[in-house]
């Protein structure tokens, strides 16, 4: 506890804000989605076929898009 006293004091902030801004800084390193989610959702996409270019001609198709 003192060493969490000293870190906040460190940085002007009470125990309480720095305690705060620690849980949301966690928080925001936690992922959203679980990882096994994110696999199913990718191995369902990749059962289809999309149509697909390389880069150069799908800027090209964009950019014809943007003329018509």
Not at 44 to 66: C, K
């Amino acid at each position: 506890m003192e060493e969490i006293r000293r870190v906040a004091r460190q940085r002007r902030l009470s125990v309480g804000e720095w305690v705060r801004q620690a849980l949301r800084a966690a928080r925001h390193q936690e992922p959203v989605v679980e990882a096994h989610r994110k696999l199913a959702a990718i191995r369902e996409a990749a059962q289809y076929s999309f149509p697909t270019a390389d880069i150069p001609e799908m800027l090209a198709e964009v950019e014809r898009g943007y003329q018509e």
